[in-house]
C-alpha cells in the first residue's frame, strides 16, 4: 500500500499545489484546473491525482499505470491541431460519457486548455456537469478570458515557476551528476521536463553553440542556407535519442506488468502519447535555438554588426512553430530573410 503523497515524488518544487491535491484526493470535485508555467509539473500532478483517484494507493501496480496514462480510466485527451477546437471539445465531452472500465471513477485529464479559444462554450456543460463518477483534470499555462468561465467551474490550484535549485536538485535526486544538472538547469528555462532531456543529452551543448555561429556562416546563398538547414535538423533528432530511451523504458515497465496471456492494456495509448511527445520536443528544442539565435543577433546588435530587423524575422518564425509547419521550410525561410545581401 502507498501513500497518496507518494505517487506525487515526481513533482518536486510543487509542495503547496500537491498537498491540496492530496487533501482533494479523499473527497473529490468533478473538476480541477492546474495553472502554473508549462513544464513545472502540471502533467505529473495530474497523473498522480488521477492515479490517487482510481486507486493507486492501495494498488502498486494501477499506480504504475495510471502515472504513464495506461490505466483504462485514466484518459489523457491532447490536441492534435494548433487550439482546442470545437471537434476537440465534441471528442473531449464523448469520452467524458463512457464508463469507468475498472475503477469506480474515470478521470480525463486535459492539457493547454488555456487553447481553448471558441470551443470553450462546447466544453463548459461537460465539464461544469459531468456524468457521475466523471473527473477532468484540466491543465492551463494561464487562464485567458476565453477560460475564465470554465475556471469558475474548476477548483484551480497554481503551479509555481521552478527556480533553478530546485531543478538542480530534483535532477541530482534522480542521479545525475551536479555540473552537469547545473548545465541542464541553466539551459532548460525553469522547465524540468526539459532540463530531464538536456541532462541526459551530451549534445546540447555543442547545439547551442552552432545556433549562435549561424550568423556568421551565413554568406547570402542558397546553398549554404540548405546546408544549415539540414545540420540543423540533424542537431535536432539528437535530443531526441535521450527521450527515446526513456520511453523505452516506459514501454519495457508496461510490458512487465501485461498479463499471461500478454494482451497490451494501455500500449497504444502510451504509444500515441510518445508520438506527441517526439513532436513537442522537436519544437521546444527549435523553439530554444530561435531564442539562442536572437541572443546571438542581440550580441551583434550591440556592437552595429546586425540589422534589428533580424529579431522581427525570429520571431515570427517562433510564432509560426506553434502551427506544427514543416520545420525545413520554416528554417530555410528565416535564414533567407536574415542573410546578409549576396
Known amino acids: 500500500m ?4 507518494d505517487l506525487f515524488s515526481g513533482v518536486p518544487g510543487q509542495e503547496r499545489a500537491v498537498a491540496e491535491l492530496v487533501a482533494a484526493a479523499q473527497r473529490p470535485s468533478h473538476a480541477y484546473l492546474l495553472v502554473g508555467p508549462p513544464g513545472t509539473g502540471g502533467l505529473e500532478a495530474a497523473a498522480a491525482f488521477a492515479a490517487a483517484l482510481v486507486g493507486g494507493a492501495q494498488e502498486p501496480d494501477v499506480a504504475r499505470r495510471a502515472l504513464v496514462f495506461a490505466h483504462p480510466d485514466v484518459r489523457l485527451y491532447e490536441r492534435d491541431g494548433a487550439a482546442l477546437s470545437i471537434g476537440d471539445a465534441r ?4 469520452l467524458a460519457y463512457r464508463s469507468p472500465v475498472e475503477a469506480d471513477r474515470m478521470v480525463v485529464v486535459v492539457p493547454d486548455l488555456h487553447l481553448v479559444r471558441d470551443s470553450g462554450p462546447a466544453l463548459l456543460k461537460t465539464i461544469e456537469e459531468p456524468p457521475e463518477g466523471i473527473h477532468f483534470v484540466l491543465l492551463a499555462d494561464l487562464v485567458p ?9 474548476c477548483v484551480v490550484i497554481d503551479l509555481d515557476p521552478l527556480g533553478e535549485d530546485v531543478i538542480v536538485a530534483a ?3 534522480e542521479g545525475v551528476a551536479p555540473e552537469a544538472a547545473e548545465a541542464a538547469a541553466a539551459a532548460a528555462g525553469g522547465r524540468l521536463d526539459r532540463a530531464r532531456l538536456l541532462a541526459g543529452d551530451a549534445g546540447f551543448a555543442s547545439r547551442q553553440a552552432f545556433w549562435r555561429r549561424l550568423p556568421d556562416a551565413l554568406d547570402g546563398t542558397g546553398a549554404t542556407v540548405a546546408t544549415l538547414v539540414d545540420e540543423l535538423q540533424l542537431q535536432v533528432e539528437s535530443i531526441l535519442e535521450s ?40 519544437t521546444d528544442e527549435l523553439q530554444a535555438g530561435l531564442a539562442t539565435l ?15 530587423a533580424a529579431f ?15 520545420e525545413g521550410l520554416l528554417l530555410s525561410a528565416l535564414l533567407l530573410r536574415l542573410s546578409p545581401p549576396a
Do not use: C, F, M
Request: hydrophobic residues 40%.
Open 91 to 94: 471528442d473531449i465531452t464523448k
Open 243 to 282: 527521450l527515446a530511451v526513456r520511453q523505452a523504458a516506459e514501454l519495457a515497465e508496461l510490458d512487465r506488468l501485461d498479463d499471461i496471456a500478454g494482451r497490451r492494456r494501455g500500449r497504444k495509448d502510451v504509444e500515441d502519447r510518445h508520438k506527441r511527445e517526439v513532436r513537442r520536443v522537436r
Open 294 to 308: 536572437a541572443g546571438a543577433y542581440r550580441d551583434r546588435l550591440a556592437s552595429g554588426r546586425a540589422d534589428p
Open 145 to 153: 478570458p476565453e477560460l475564465v468561465t470554465i475556471a469558475s467551474r
Open 171 to 173: 535532477l541530482v535526486g
Open 2 to 5: 502507498t501513500a497518496v503523497a
Open 312 to 326: 522581427a524575422a525570429i520571431r515570427d518564425a517562433a510564432k509560426h512553430l506553434v502551427r506544427n509547419p514543416n
